[in-house]
């Protein structure tokens, strides 16, 4: 039999996933709808915050926080179009700290695409920052290399995340299939699985830190 303070734990493990991803989830799609509401009043400038607060809300298969990096791309290629300089740095820095914060999940030639516009948009506009004396070539050079080297994830905590991932969803999806008889009493294999759920959240965690 299993002891009923596994059990209670698996349940607050879960629980407390369960809060965590509608806590997230809700607060992206409440970012999403205000950013909505400040494009149609034309303050893109407020839309760009919240489609950025809206990305930072970012956990796995998330796509309410995949649509704000979206919408930050379109902003971006929109100001472009429009040669809105001011516009497409603020937008396209929004859009490059999305991309930033899970580039462990993108390819690098998509950032590396992202940090290339950045840096010329930031030699542009405040060419003074970026080092007097030099070429304008010279200056997109070294900061583009600068916003490429920052934040680079650690392949320790990359390794940690899928693990402690694969571990969580695997044991939870097992759990639901031979945790429990036919009359919803915990089986003999609940108390392991439940302890691999815990590890598993733990260790994805801690990678996601790592990372």
């Given amino acids: 039999m299993v ?51 809206a990305a930072s809300w970012w956990f796995p298969w998330s796509s309410a926080a995949d649509r704000g990096v979206q919408h930050l791309q379109r902003l971006a290629l929109d100001a472009r179009q429009a040669q809105d300089a001011p516009a497409e740095l603020l937008a396209t820095r929004a859009w490059f700290a999305a991309l930033a914060s899970r580039r462990w999940l993108i390819r690098d030639s998509a950032l590396a695409g992202v940090a290339a516009r950045l840096a010329e948009l930031s030699v542009q506009t405040a060419p003074v920052m970026f080092g007097q004396g030099r070429s304008p070539a010279q200056r997109r050079a070294t900061l583009q290399a600068q916003l490429s080297a920052q934040d680079a994830p650690t392949p320790l905590g990359m390794l940690l995340s899928v693990i402690g991932l694969s571990c969580w969803v695997a044991a939870a999806f097992l759990l639901s299939r031979r945790g429990f008889d036919a009359d919803l009493q915990p089986t003999a294999a609940a108390r392991t699985l439940g302890t691999w759920i815990v590890l598993g959240f733990g260790v994805f965690v801690l990678g996601l830190a790592l990372a």
Avoid at 13 to 25: F, G, K, Q, S, Y
């Fill in 3 to 53: 002891p009923r303070a596994w059990i209670a734990i698996v349940i607050a493990a879960v629980a407390v996933a369960a809060l965590l991803i509608t806590r997230a989830n809700h607060a992206a799609l409440r970012e999403l709808r205000l950013g909505a509401e400040a494009e149609r009043a034309q303050d893109v400038d407020g839309a760009i915050v919240c489609y950025r607060r």
